[in-house]
């Protein structure tokens, strides 16, 4: 099963992140695609706000992963933003070590997650970016989500 909500502008985009935000659960690992521009960056902004990030959230693009404080009462104490656009190889993003970063209290974010799938495994949750002609760009939810319809279906019809 599979989630879609649209955002018509990058604010729309932004509200989309701040709002999955309240469907993410501590351990979550989320792979991003889509081209170079479609929104991944900009909807973790909206993400970490929903999070309850402080500080401002910037493409990870030349550090790999940024680490990210949050207050919430969601249990998320970290949020975990990769970007292994630039990656040299599947062991490099094998050594980000994701899977135990988010252990307990974290969850990851990962853009261009999609080119190193055997290194994540089936257990993560997708979130795919696809640009139309009028620069909006339709996000698809796929994944690791069992018990958690009831949130998804709020964000997809909010
Ligand atoms: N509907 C929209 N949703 C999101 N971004 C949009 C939208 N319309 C225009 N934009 C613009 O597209 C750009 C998206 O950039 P962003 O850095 O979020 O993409 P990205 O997927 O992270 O790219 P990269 O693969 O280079 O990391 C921004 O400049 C944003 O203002
Ligand atoms: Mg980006």
């Known amino acids: 099963m599979s989630w879609r909500r649209y ?29 170079l521009g479609a929104g991944k960056t900009t909807f973790t902004q909206g993400v970490g706000r929903g999070l309850g990030v402080r500080e401002r959230v910037t493409s990870p693009t030349f550090t790999m992963v940024r680490q ?6 969601l249990g998320i104490m970290t949020l975990h933003h990769a970007d292994v656009y630039r990656v040299g190889s599947l062991g490099e993003v094998d050594d980000l070590a994701l899977g135990e970063l988010v252990e307990e209290s974290g969850v990851a974010l990962v853009e261009w997650g999609d080119i190193a799938p055997s290194v ?10 696809v640009i139309d002609e009028h620069d909006g760009r339709t996000l698809e ?18």
């Open 7 to 35: 955002g018509a502008s990058a604010e729309e985009t932004q509200a989309a992140g701040e709002a999955f935000a309240f469907v993410l659960r501590p351990g979550d690992i989320v792979l991003l695609s889509g081209p």
């Open 68 to 73: 990210h404080e949050c207050v919430n009462d």
């Open 120 to 129: 994540f495994g089936l257990d993560v949750i997708t979130v795919v970016f």
């Open 141 to 158: 939810v796929d994944g690791a989500l069992s018990g958690r319809e009831a949130a998804l279906d709020a964000w997809a019809q909010s």
